[in-house]
């Protein structure tokens, strides 16, 4: 068989196994190979559900995608170039996601009797009875190929099979051309102070890396040339770590102490571990008994003067509600971020959706709007939380920023910026004022009311979930609650001042505006450049800021014949902008299955219009 390299602009790879496979390192290591060799990059990790799945089981199958290109990537892709399954639930799980032209490789040493029927398969021929008999299978013994290749290395038998993701890994980048020298580093650094494991993982992934290039069943290997990007320094980066370095440059801008007093609950604990880090940076964070604990702390925090932030999903959002009216109706700064999953309930908690929305709008008693904006990519978690935090400090108000999982987890390269790029964030604190202070008093532009830190001499004023006069007398009076009631929403609407007007991507007229907001960002621009480029009138506004929306969103909306609203849920977004423009129709492309969309969803909801 001749063997082709071909020069490929993009492609997609998969790894799927059990949760103790090793299929999230694989795929990370992957990626940042890529990306460090200069390739745009998109990921998404698929954890199972249950936390201990029964071993073998589809339920506790481990994905991980990575759509690797020398052009612009902003997705994960739909469907993958090449799967590899180390087991047949894997396979199962994980077949329908490949191209008709797709590679499949599989561990066979997993193949035999007791694999098959744990993944449920009822006959002997699993890719028969998955019909994917026109794939191009290769059939690795994987397992015993890493045991021959680490038997002289003093590991024990379990130590050695955990190894065959390496090899794994290996096999792949022989298929793609990726260079291994950066690997090496990982390994280095990840083991010096276990030498033997540096040694043992460079011998397998080599190991694996020369497997691949005897074989004749790889016909084809893959060259993805980096890309042509901005210069500057580069990082792989996922949106947790992105949001939690966000944090860290608005506190660094404001002068603020940061602290989050946060509950771990997945998929947001990352924010909160990586936080913990950078003790060196100021940041104090406490990881409490439960989420009311953790919002509570953290308002203490703003009343005592610190940039306060806390980090949660659906269910801790829920549970921080009656905290967060008191955030609202004290006036201080909080930045709450809500990272989606699906739901209701516990849901599925390792999946994606964007369901919360409505609860950030609107979960509250009483009168109690709060500014929500939403991160549309990994790495603009990172503007996002800045810009959060900015919102929150000047304005002396709590704001909601919801990102996802799919962003949370997912990763892309991310240009590192310059703090000195980043406006200034000047919080409103005062240390001195003419007679007698008076808490509630408002500036005229924000209509934010001054910070005053406590200890701070004639200032000494409180607060508390109690209606307040404007002097911070506790008030029953009914003209001043409904004056306090409109002066903070009126607080809130005012913000729309200070945020960026909607953009349109592509033509500001036309057929159709695809809407969107959040993690959907990719899918929708990657279909609007695909149906734009079949000559179709079609363009994107994506929404960043949600309450209050751009100035000029009733403007945009109406240049367009069509407007079409796609989010993960069942059309919260949809009919909010129902309500607050209720001059336009709006229709739908919704999707809840714990999955991010595909961009074949968008193009067949925008070719049925």
């Not at 199972?48 to 991980?64: D, K, L, M, N, Y």
């Not at 794939?135 to 038998?157: F, Q, V």
């Not at 102070?193 to 043992?200: A, D, F, S, V």
Request: glycine fraction near 8%; aromatic fraction near 8%; include cysteine.
């Amino acid at each position: 068989m001749q063997h082709k390299v071909i020069d490929a602009q993009d492609v997609v790879i998969r790894f799927a196994g059990d949760s103790g496979d090793g299929m999230q390192l694989t795929g990370t290591l992957f990626a940042d190979a890529s990306a460090l060799y200069g390739n745009e990059i998109s990921t998404f990790p698929d954890y199972p559900a249950e936390i201990r799945a029964p071993q073998g089981t589809v339920s506790g199958v481990s994905g991980f995608q990575v759509h690797v290109g020398s052009v612009e990537v902003n997705t994960p892709g739909d469907l993958c170039d090449v799967l590899v399954a180390m087991n047949p639930a894997a396979l199962k799980a994980n077949a329908k996601w490949a191209k008709a032209t797709a590679t499949i490789i599989v561990d066979a040493d997993a193949f035999d009797e007791k694999g098959l029927e744990k993944a449920g398969f009822k006959t002997d021929d699993p890719i028969r009875e998955l019909q994917i008999e026109d794939r191009n299978i290769i059939l690795a013994p994987i397992t015993s190929l890493t045991k021959e290749s680490l038997k002289d290395s003093g590991l024990d038998n379990k130590a050695i099979v955990r190894s065959k993701n390496m090899f794994t890994l290996g096999m792949c980048y022989f298929m793609f051309n990726r260079p291994m020298e950066y690997t090496f580093e990982y390994l280095e650094r990840k083991f010096r102070k276990k030498p033997q494991l540096i040694e043992t993982n460079k011998k397998v992934l080599k190991d694996g890396f020369n497997y691949a290039s005897n074989i004749h069943a790889i016909a084809n290997t893959y060259t993805i040339k980096p890309a042509q990007q901005e210069k500057g320094l580069y990082r792989n980066i996922n949106g947790n770590q992105a949001t939690a370095w966000g944090l860290l440059a608005a506190a660094e801008k404001s002068g603020r102490p940061l602290f989050c007093g946060s509950y771990p609950i997945t998929p947001a604990t990352a924010i909160l571990e990586e936080l913990a880090i950078h003790k060196e940076l100021g940041a104090k964070t406490l990881q409490c008994e439960d989420e009311i604990a953790g919002i509570c702390t953290s308002i203490g925090a703003a009343y005592a003067g610190a940039f306060a932030v806390t980090t949660t999903s659906g269910p801790g959002l829920s549970l921080k509600s009656e905290a967060l009216g008191l955030a609202m109706i004290t006036e201080l700064p909080l930045v709450i971020v809500d990272v989606q999953r699906s739901g209701p309930s516990t849901g599925i908690p390792t999946k994606t959706e964007q369901t919360d929305l409505n609860q950030a709008l609107y979960g509250r008693n009483g009168e109690c709007p709060i500014m929500v904006m939403a991160a549309h990519s990994p790495s603009h978690c990172f503007d996002a939380a800045f810009y959060a935090g900015k919102f929150a400090m000047e304005h002396m108000m709590p704001v909601i920023l919801l990102t996802e999982g799919f962003l949370g987890n997912g990763s892309e390269p991310w240009r590192i910026p310059s703090m000195k790029d980043y406006p200034a964030i000047v919080p409103p604190i005062i240390t001195e004022c003419e007679g007698a202070y008076k808490p509630y008093v408002r500036d005229e532009v924000r209509f934010a009311r001054k910070w005053a830190l406590p200890g701070t001499p004639g200032l000494e004023h409180r607060v508390g979930g109690l209606e307040k006069s404007p002097e911070g007398v506790i008030s029953s009076d009914p003209l001043n609650h409904e004056m306090m009631v409109a002066a903070r929403a009126e607080k809130v609407a005012r913000a729309a001042n200070f945020i960026p007007e909607l953009k349109v991507i592509g033509e500001e007229s036309g057929e159709t505006l695809l809407v969107g907001w959040g993690g959907t960002f990719g899918h929708l621009y990657s279909a609007v450049k695909e149906l734009q480029g079949a000559g179709k009138s079609v363009s994107l506004a994506h929404f960043d800021y949600i309450n209050p929306l751009p100035k000029n969103t009733a403007e945009v909306f109406s240049k367009f014949k069509n407007i079409l609203v796609c989010e993960l849920n069942s059309g919260q977004f949809a009919n909010y902008l129902r309500a607050l423009h209720p001059q336009f129709e709006y229709k739908q492309c919704n999707k809840v299955q714990g999955q991010p969309f595909m961009v074949k969803d968008i193009l067949d909801a925008v070719n049925e219009l």
